[in-house]
């Protein structure tokens, strides 16, 4: 298989939200398959250090201001990335936030918060980067979802409600724009340790109960996704679009144990069926 179906070289990408967490992940291994970034965050002068860091990978990276929940800002971060590079071919739309709560303390303002930021935000950011997209009749859009999108989880109504949007967003924004050489995917990770959720992994007794659903037996760690994001940014995926990669670890299966016991099960059955054979009539 040719490397070039992997290579960005050439290639601006911009990925929102990278102060922290898998947003820089994602940038890094971007940037390592030979893509240019644009940063952004809510504040600019945060991604400075992760700018030097693009940059020492014998990249070019600029740093822009963006709040997806402003329109305004929107436009002046992407009218500035078009200016910096006069060409954009890659979107990972990956600003998004959350607030864990039981669904009855929920929050006018919690909701909005949540639904405006991960998936209003995602739509306007993917709607002004691919009107720059269309005249040159190329681009890779990446919605980042989640394992959220599709099983219920309590304590997540509003965010599995933003990343279940985000999941149908992707297939009809692809409906939309394949026609114009863009394709349009969702990354959903599984369960990741992120800044936003650290908390939870420092509990060891939930982490052995998250560990046991997952079929693989541990979290993900932010490598795992490294394969996934170049993937759906290259040519290697030209052929796929309006679809969710799920990266999970397989928890998405449904991971319950239909026996109580492999060991104990086995001998049991095979009782059972011989049993039942001396009570069948010849």
Not at 195 to 202: P, T
Not at 207 to 229: Q, T, W
Request: proline share 4%; hydrophobic share 40%; charged share 25%.
């Amino acid at each position: 298989m040719s490397d070039a179906l992997f290579d960005l070289s050439g290639q601006t990408a911009i990925v929102t939200g990278t102060s922290r967490g898998l947003g820089q992940h994602f940038a890094r291994a971007l940037a390592k398959a030979g893509a240019d970034l644009i940063l952004t965050s809510r504040k600019r002068d945060t991604l400075l250090p992760f700018e030097k860091e693009i940059q020492s990978l014998g990249r070019k990276a600029v740093s822009l201001e963006l709040d997806v929940r402003e329109q305004q800002s929107i436009e002046r971060m992407v009218a500035a990335a078009e200016s910096a590079f006069g060409h954009l071919e890659i979107l990972v739309n990956n600003a998004g936030c959350n607030v864990r709560k039981p669904a009855l303390d929920v929050t006018w303002d919690d909701w909005n918060l949540i639904l405006d930021t991960n998936l209003r935000g995602s739509f306007f950011v993917a709607q002004a980067v691919a009107r720059r997209m269309i005249p040159r009749r190329y681009g890779r859009i990446i919605n980042i979802g989640s394992v959220t999108s599709v099983a219920g989880y309590a304590g997540l109504a509003p965010y599995g409600a933003s990343r279940g949007g985000i999941r149908q967003l992707t297939m009809s924004l692809a409906d939309d724009w394949g026609k114009h050489g863009i394709t349009v995917n969702c990354l959903a990770p599984g369960w990741f340790r992120t800044e936003q959720n650290k908390i939870l992994y420092e509990n060891k007794e939930w982490l052995d109960y998250l560990c046991d659903r997952i079929p693989v037996k541990r979290p993900g760690a932010p490598h795992d996704l490294d394969s996934a994001i170049v993937f759906l940014a290259a040519e290697s995926s030209r052929y796929i679009t309006g679809q969710t990669l799920l990266v999970d670890g397989g928890i998405s299966t449904g991971a319950t144990r239909a026996l109580a016991s492999s060991a104990k099960s086995a001998p049991a059955t095979a009782a059972s069926a011989r049993s039942r054979r001396k009570r069948i009539p010849r």
